[in-house]
C-alpha cells in the first residue's frame, strides 16, 4: 500500500471518529408532540389526563420572562358542527396570571373561546410546581367538562377551575397532544425557554384503554392534518412503543 | 444547555403523589359509567387533480433540499475521497442542522409580481399587543373594501419540517367572508365568546394557487399565495374575513364604510386573545401585500 493511500486511509479514519453524534432529522418538539391515542383501536374514543412536573423554572424571553401555555390540543370525530380541534390549554401571562383556557374550532373557524379568571399569581412557574389538564366525559364518551389544576409546590397549595363544555359542542375526542409553546398568537406565539424542564405524565382510563404514542393523529380524527400555529424551543423525549395505562415523558 | 433536574425534594414527590392520586381516582371515577367507543371511518383525502394544474403554474413551490450523499472513487487517489468527504459530511451536517428542534422557521420571502400594490416585506401586524407589562391593549388590523371591487391580498406560509411519521395531505387555499354573531359566555367565572359564522355570498373570492403538495421528510421552504376578493355592488356592512391558516382565525372585514364609520364594537369578541391552528406543514399566513383595499387598525383595552 501506498504512502499517501495510508494517509488517506487515517484522514479517512480520524474524519468518522470525529463526527459528531447522529442527530436525527426530526425529533419530537415545540408543536409537534407524540399524538396520544388507545391501542391497538386508534379509532377508540378516549379521555385524556395529562401532568406536567416542573423540575426548573420555567422562564421565557417574554415580558416578565412569561407568556407559555401547555396545551392539551385534542382531536375530535366527525361530528354534526364539524368541530375538529379542541384546546384546553394553562398558560401564565405577562402580569404572571396563571389562567386556563378551552378553545374549540371547525372548519369555519373558532366555535368558542374561553379565558378563566387567574388560578393564580406568581414571578413565573416554579421548579416543583405542577399543572393537570384533565377532560371529563359522558355514557357517550363525549367531553362534557375540563379541570385545570395548578400546585404551587412552595404553598402546596392546589388551585383548580373547571369548565363545563356547553351542550351544543359535546364530542368524543380521539388523540391529544401536549405542546408547550407561546401563551397564544397574540402574547409571545414563539417561547424561547431560558430555562424549563420537567416531566409529563399522561394517564389512560381503565375503561378505555392503554395508550400509545404515535407520530400522526388518528385517522379516525375528523381533521387529523391540523396543529397549533404557537411554538417555542421545547422538546419532548422518546416513547416506548409498548402500550400502557400512564406514559411519561421528559421535557426540557 | 439546558438540562432537566436530577431530582425532586421528597416532601414534593409526596404531595405531588397525594394529589395525582387524588385526581386519578377522580378521572377514573367519571369513566364508571362509559360505554366503549365506535368506530369511525376515515375521512377520504383526495389527492387532486388539480396537482397537474399546481405542477404548471408553480413547479418551484416546494424548496426541498436533498443530500446526496454517494461518491465515486474509482480511479481517484484516497486523499481526494478524503477530502470529498469532508465535503460531503459538511453538506449533510448543514441539512441535518437545519433539522433541529430548536432551529426556528426560515424567514418569509417577498411576494414576486406586481399582484399586490402594497408590500409589506415584514408581514402586516394583523392583531398586536399594544400595552404595556400589565395591561392589555389589543388592536387588530381592519380590511375596508368598497362596494363592486375587487381587492387582493398576498400570503406568505412558511414550510415547517415535515416528519417521516407526520400525517400529511393537500392543502387547500382559500379566503371566506362570514356574516357572524358573537355571544358573550357567562356564569364560568372567566370571559369568552360563543362564535357563529354564516358564509356571505356577497364577496366572491379566489387563490392562486388553490393547492399544493408536500412530501414526506422535506423541509423548509415557503409559498406564497394571492387571494382576490369581489365585492358585489350594492353590498356593505361589518363581516368577517379568514384564509387558510389565518391567524387570527377571525378578521375584522368591512365593505362601504369609511374609518370614522368603525368602531371596536362593531366587532364583538374580535378583540380576545387566541391561540390560532395551521394545518401541517405549513405555519400561520403572514399578510406581505394587498391592493384595492384600505387597512385600518382599531384597539380594544382589556383590564389587566
Known amino acids: 500500500m501506498r504512502p499517501r493511500h495510508v494517509a488517506g486511509i487515517a484522514l479517512v479514519f480520524l474524519l468518522v471518529i470525529s463526527l459528531p453524534v447522529y442527530i436525527p432529522a426530526y425529533a419530537y418538539s415545540s408543536n409537534s408532540n407524540y399524538y396520544m391515542g388507545i391501542t391497538p383501536n386508534e379509532c377508540s374514543n378516549t379521555g385524556s389526563e395529562t401532568n406536567l412536573e416542573f423540575t426548573s423554572n420555567m422562564i421565557t424571553t417574554g415580558v416578565n420572562g412569561n407568556q407559555w401555555s401547555a396545551q392539551a390540543n385534542s382531536y375530535a370525530v366527525p361530528n354534526v358542527r364539524i368541530i375538529d380541534f379542541m384546546q384546553f390549554n394553562m398558560a401564565i401571562d405577562k402580569s404572571g396570571h396563571v389562567y386556563a383556557a378551552v378553545e374549540y374550532w371547525t372548519t369555519s373557524g373558532e366555535l368558542f373561546n374561553w379565558n378563566s379568571a387567574p388560578l393564580a399569581t406568581v414571578s413565573h412557574v416554579y421548579a416543583g410546581d405542577a399543572f393537570w389538564i384533565i377532560t371529563y366525559l359522558n355514557v357517550y364518551t363525549q367531553v362534557v367538562q375540563a379541570e385545570f389544576d395548578y400546585y404551587r409546590a412552595a404553598t402546596q397549595t392546589l388551585y383548580s377551575v373547571t369548565y363545563n363544555i356547553p351542550g351544543y359542542a359535546w364530542v368524543p375526542l380521539v388523540s391529544w397532544q401536549l405542546n408547550i409553546v407561546g401563551e397564544n398568537n397574540l402574547n409571545n406565539p414563539y417561547a424561547t425557554f431560558v430555562t424549563g424542564s420537567g416531566q409529563i405524565a399522561y394517564t389512560s382510563s381503565t375503561l378505555t384503554g392503554q395508550m400509545t404514542g404515535s407520530g400522526m393523529a388518528s385517522s379516525c380524527a375528523q381533521q387529523p392534518i391540523v396543529w397549533t400555529a404557537e411554538q417555542s424551543n421545547m422538546a419532548y423525549g422518546s416513547l416506548s412503543p409498548i402500550p400502557s395505562w400512564t406514559v411519561t415523558q421528559n421535557f426540557w | ?304
Open chain 2, 1 to 304: 444547555m439546558r438540562r432537566i433536574g436530577s431530582s425532586t425534594s421528597e416532601s414534593f414527590s409526596k404531595s405531588i403523589s397525594v394529589l395525582r392520586q387524588r385526581l386519578v381516582e377522580k378521572h377514573r371515577n367519571s369513566y364508571a359509567y362509559l360505554s366503549f367507543s365506535k368506530a369511525y371511518s376515515p375521512a377520504p383525502v383526495s389527492k387532486v387533480a388539480l396537482m397537474n394544474h399546481l405542477n404548471a403554474v408553480m413547479p418551484n413551490r416546494m424548496m426541498t433540499r436533498h443530500c446526496r450523499c454517494s461518491v465515486k472513487s474509482h480511479g481517484i487517489s484516497l486523499v481526494v475521497v478524503a477530502a470529498l468527504s469532508i465535503l460531503v459530511i459538511l453538506a449533510c451536517a448543514s441539512v441535518v442542522v437545519e433539522g433541529l428542534p430548536h432551529s426556528r422557521p426560515v424567514s418569509s420571502q417577498p411576494i414576486p409580481g406586481s399582484q399586490c400594490s402594497t408590500v409589506i416585506p415584514g408581514g402586516l401586524a394583523l392583531q398586536s399587543d399594544t400595552g404595556n407589562a400589565t395591561t392589555t391593549i389589543v388592536q387588530d388590523a381592519v380590511f375596508v373594501m368598497s362596494p363592486g371591487s375587487t381587492a387582493e391580498l398576498c400570503v406568505t406560509y412558511n414550510v415547517t419540517q415535515i416528519a417521516a411519521a407526520q400525517s400529511l395531505s393537500d392543502v387547500l387555499f382559500s379566503a371566506k367572508v362570514y356574516s357572524f354573531s358573537t355571544t358573550p359566555i357567562t356564569g364560568s367565572g372567566g370571559k369568552g365568546f360563543m362564535y357563529s359564522f354564516t358564509n356571505y355570498t356577497g364577496v366572491l373570492t379566489g387563490a392562486d394557487p388553490e393547492i399544493a403538495s408536500f412530501s414526506q421528510g422535506s423541509t423548509g421552504g415557503a409559498v406564497n399565495v394571492v387571494y382576490s376578493l369581489t365585492a358585489l355592488s350594492g353590498t356593505n356592512g361589518f363581516y368577517s374575513l379568514s384564509f387558510t391558516n389565518s391567524c387570527p382565525s377571525s378578521m375584522p372585514f368591512v365593505i362601504g364604510s369609511s374609518a370614522s364609520q368603525i368602531s371596536d364594537t362593531d366587532f364583538p369578541g374580535f378583540f380576545m386573545p387566541s391561540s390560532c391552528r395551521a394545518q401541517i406543514p405549513l405555519s400561520t399566513g403572514i399578510v406581505t401585500g394587498y391592493s384595492g383595499m384600505q387597512v385600518l387598525w382599531i384597539s380594544q383595552g382589556e383590564s389587566p
